[in-house]
């Protein structure tokens, strides 16, 4: 990653902790470079009523999306959901009501901050079928081929490696698993200095793709089925849109149809003294490294 890259990145993370910490201290979240509150575009206004009054008052506080991921996500009882910079964990205790105790939801953040929130919002809402990770969602730390549904709001418009949060999310999905994600989206004829003036890397409008630029990317990654709706205006030429991807069934390879959730990175009892390889033809430490999940320790 290069250097601009990793400032960009610290900017993103110390402004969402002072976020965190905010609403921690009573106050309401932002994600612009100056304490204000988020407009009628972000938030948690963006969601239904009884969805807020069902969840902490934090985690609807910490809110700073620009819609609502688990209502176009369409997530079913039993499925394995992860939130790509869940931030406070709203998303991520809606998915888990919506998945049932069969189902699991994992929520991913780069920010120590944002994640005690969450775990705090998870205990207070007594989510027992939820994980929170620390991690960036360019090297997302979970096996392939184990996740259902991948969502997110109104994050990977954040990030610097967008074409690595695209393979990365292809990587963790099921084969037949799909993407329901609300994010920044700018038009075609914006040119990337245009929308730099509407936002910079600590704006909730930062980083965004274009619509052609997006599809590219999920397509180079992978996906098919792609769909891309704006559903409302959150700048001049920038909107925020649904956009739904799937990873076909054929992307299975042998070593990801086999693998299994005790064989975690292609290991039975992954990172604990008892841990031998799934294939007996390859060492533990061949079968991680073919595994490709990054689970090398």
Same mark, same amino acid.
């Not at 997530?75 to 998303?91: A, C, M, N, T």
């Not at 180079?220 to 956009?243: E, L, Q, R």
């Not at 033809?281 to 090398?296: D, F, I, Y």
């Given at each position: ?10 900017? #993103? ?15 309401? &979240?932002? !994600? ?28 609807? &506080? ?43 939801? $994992? ?14 919002? &998870? ?22 081929? @184990? ?6 709001? !109104? ?29 920044? #989206?700018?038009?075609? @004829? ?10 910079? $890397?600590?704006? !909730? ?33 920038? $909107? ?29 009892? !992954?990172? @604990? ?25």
């Amino acid at each position: 990653m290069s250097e601009q890259s990793t400032d960009l990145r610290e900017i #993103v993370r110390e402004r969402y902790a002072a976020a965190a910490v905010k609403v921690t201290e009573g106050g309401t &979240a932002w !994600c612009g470079p100056q304490p204000v509150e988020v407009d009628e575009n972000f938030g948690s206004t963006l969601y239904a009523a009884d969805d807020r009054d069902a969840l902490p008052a934090e985690a609807v &506080a910490a809110s700073l999306g620009c819609g609502n991921p688990t209502a176009v996500a369409e997530l079913r009882e039993g499925e394995r959901v992860l939130d790509l910079g869940s931030g406070g964990g709203i998303d991520v205790l809606l998915s888990a009501r919506r998945v049932g105790p069969s189902g699991k939801a $994992h929520g991913l953040d780069m920010t120590d901050e944002m994640l005690a929130l969450a775990l705090a919002n &998870a205990a207070e809402a007594g989510a027992t079928n939820v994980e929170f990770l620390r991690g960036t969602i360019e090297a997302i730390p979970l096996p392939a081929s @184990t996740i259902d549904v991948v969502i997110s709001n !109104c994050v990977i418009n954040l990030s610097t490696d967008k074409p690595a949060v695209f393979a990365e999310t292809f990587r963790v999905l099921k084969p037949g698993g799909r993407i329901g994600v609300l994010d920044v #989206v700018a038009d075609d @004829t914006l040119t990337p200095a245009q929308r730099g003036e509407r936002g910079d $890397h600590v704006g !909730c409008v930062a980083g965004a793709l274009s619509f052609a630029e997006y599809r590219e990317g999920l397509q180079a990654a992978g996906f098919t089925d792609i769909s891309i709706t704006p559903t409302h205006a959150v700048a001049d030429g920038m $909107h925020s849109a649904i956009v739904r991807a799937v990873k076909p069934v054929a992307a299975a390879t042998p070593s990801e149809a086999t693998e299994s959730a005790d064989a975690c990175c292609g290991v039975n009892a !992954c990172c @604990t003294p008892a841990e031998t390889s799934a294939d007996p033809a390859l060492t533990v430490t061949e079968a991680k490294s073919a595994s490709g999940c990054g689970c090398q320790g």
